[in-house]
């Protein structure tokens, strides 16, 4: 006898149960939001509270204070430097992504590549990005933004690739013996029961890759090349001892891996909308 396995249940096992808790508790929005924001008005206070009191040198650790005013100060710096990273972040995502994909749907279909893909993919995986992000930088030049989209682009593959790959291995028995019966086979049978099948581990992936594709872009800027995007804001803030400046450009990349995670968040709702259902 051979049991159903639910994508779901195979991408986030608490997913169920956490959502049964929810649906018991009756919690609304409000009581989702408010305790997380409390708790970060009250570490902000904390944080401002030990600054102050302990008279702690900005080099060591700026006040949030202090911190604000320079986000507000240079709020259309941050916005032009985001802009920069985002879209270096933007490209290199989706290159990777859509490699990464490509690769995991030949990896299902050929048993060779499947075999030999995973430890290539874990080589690329384990390449340092301070590294890797200097090396690049010599071989385009100094104007160009390819180096850092490539960056983006090999942080980002991992994730969705063994996400995918899982996802495409776990094939409903009822959909195989329904196509099975139509003698549905290689490309056609990934296209109409694989892929659709394989979306919540897509998506999963790509939550992961949206917060690393940001974390990489700004690395990269590190390393030299256009000083333009946020990580050579920081840089340059910080050598010239502007630790407060530098905190506020450090802000604008998290908001920028929040805008990032979120937007990968939406579009999975809007492609899976049964997981929505399922945990709402």
Known sequence: MTG??????????????????????????????????????????????IVVVGRVAPFILPAPSAIGKEFWTNLA???????????NALVGLLAGAAVGILAA??????????EVSVPVAAALNALPIIALAPILNNMFESTS???????????????????????????????RELMDSYAVRGWTFTRLVRLPGALPFVFTGLRQASSLAVIAAVVAEYFGGLQDGLGSRITSAASFTAYPRAWAFVVGACVLGLVFYLVALGLERLATPWRARRSG
């Open 145 to 175: 933004s390819i180096p850092r989209r490539l960056v983006v682009a090999i942080v980002v593959f991992f994730p969705v690739f063994v996400n995918t790959s899982r996802g495409l291995r776990v094939v409903d028995p009822t959909h």
């Open 77 to 87: 710096v941050i916005w032009q430097a985001g802009l920069a990273s985002g879209t």
């Open 4 to 49: 159903t396995v639910d994508p779901v249940v195979a991408a986030d096992p608490a997913a169920p149960v956490a959502a049964s808790r929810r649906r018991r508790s009756g919690r609304g929005l409000p009581a989702t939001v408010l305790p997380p924001l409390v708790f970060g008005v009250g570490g902000l206070l904390l944080w401002e509270l």
């Open 105 to 114: 749907m030949l990896a299902s279909r050929f048993r060779f590549l499947g």
